[in-house]
């Protein structure tokens, strides 16, 4: 699932990071394919749910409905990880790991995939823009991971995903 896959990658940055001095950089794109892993399971999850419903007419865009609300959490959940993860773990010369996170939309071809990925692109911003919690409970920005948020066609005016780049 994605909340897993962005935990196991977090995990493999911590290593790298041990073994290393100096900074890496990871791309969301190796991710946004554990969205449609995610949203399979759980679309199979409500449908067993709904499974029990009589009378509903519109069952199947209720299915869509509820899966698409729940892959959102998903993605914020993974999200979430990877952001705290990167910020609390030390490595073994006891430095938060130096980690960038590109976000390139033309890494990726598929439509669907794209989709997902702009989608973690968006959820990742929005998560930087509020920033994490301290140890006091106040909002902050983190100094990790760098974002290196990549122009290309789509994301440029006019663009199917111009309100990332308004976003960030």
């Known amino acids: 699932s994605f909340p897993t896959a962005c935990n196991i990658g977090t995990q493999g940055m911590a290593v790298v990071a041990s073994g290393q001095y100096g900074g890496q950089t990871v791309s969301l794109s190796h991710l946004a394919p554990f969205v449609d892993v995610s949203r399979k399971k759980i679309r199979k999850q409500v449908q067993e749910e709904l499974s029990t419903l009589e009378g ?7 299915i869509e409905e509820i899966t698409e609300k729940r892959v959102k959490e998903e993605i914020k959940r993974g999200v979430q990880t990877i952001q705290y993860q990167i910020n609390t773990l030390n490595t073994s010369n006891g430095q938060t790991p130096f980690v960038s996170i590109n976000m390139y939309l033309g890494e990726v071809n598929d439509p669907v995939t794209k989709k997902d990925l702009a989608a973690v692109i968006e959820e990742v911003l929005k998560q930087r823009i509020q920033g994490v919690k301290n140890e006091a409970g106040v909002w902050i920005t983190p100094a990790f991971p760098k ?15 111009w309100y990332l780049t308004e976003l960030a």
């Open 56 to 62: 509903i007419t519109n069952i199947e865009e209720l």
């Open 147 to 161: 974002l290196l948020y990549v122009l290309e066609k789509d994301n440029m005016p006019g663009g199917e995903y």
